[in-house]
DNA sequence: ACAACTGACTCTATTTTGTAGAACATCCTG
DNA sequence: CAGGATGTTCTACAAAATAGAGTCAGTTGT
């Protein structure tokens, strides 16, 4: 049996990256926004909330409606924040990456 | 349909890496100590060698039999080296997440 | 010659992640 | 209430990650 990844996949990643970086205004359609302008990649509508979704029943991402009194068109957006063990994810990860390339010119490597 | 995605996997990244970190003596069963002494984690066989064959059938790595006159017991080794793509998908990787991180500070963000 | 030992890889199955976008829901405006 | 603007839900499927028993090739001891 394949158990549950103890490591954030690589998309994963991304997506806790851009609700840290929106803070307060964390939310799918926003998320979505802000991981294809800074980076360009194209992130499609089910990638968004399925990876969303996950992160939250794993425990690092929080959702919470929108609160009230919010005037504009449109659905009620929910919001998400990192929870401490999604900082800590993050944080494992970061450690992982940066002892992988510790050291690293990848100049003269090719063959 | 979902084609195959333009960006590396977790585990195809660290694996990449060690590749490129042991450079001539990199072989399945010495790639999989090199991940696991480095950053802890621990990695199966399968995972090892079903994530070698994806990286060399995508064109990221070349293998190439043992040559031959090593002198030792065992079944011959097949050794792996980066290509001039795998490196472009590594420097891909990397860029991606410096955007990402930029400018990211962890300790605060917590719910 | 061959059994035992070593080191390394093959295979197959299953779970978790990633990709995709149409359909649907909510609120505002005219 | 029709129509437009926003945003999310749902369902299906493809790709990546996890697992480890089994097998293979070469060496050594007898």
Redesign the interface.
């Known amino acids: 049996m394949a158990g549950r990844s ?6 994963e ?2 997506v806790l ?2 609700v ?2 929106l ?1 307060d205004g964390a939310y799918g359609t926003n998320i979505r926004r802000e ?1 294809e302008t ?2 360009g ?1 194209r992130v499609t509508i089910g990638a968004m909330y399925v990876t969303l979704d996950r992160l939250a029943e794993k425990g690092y991402l ?1 959702a919470r409606d929108a609160p009230a009194g919010e005037i504009r068109g449109g659905r009620p957006r929910r919001f998400f ?4 063990s ?2 800590a994810a ?2 494992a ?2 450690t ?2 940066s ?3 510790a ?2 010119q ?1 100049r003269g ?3």
Chains 1, 2 share one sequence.
């Open positions: 103890a490591y954030l996949g690589e998309f990643q991304v990256l851009a840290v970086r803070k991981i800074r980076t990649r929080r924040t990192i929870t401490a999604g900082v993050l944080e990860a970061r992982l990456q002892r992988m390339w050291g690293i990848l490597n090719r063959s």
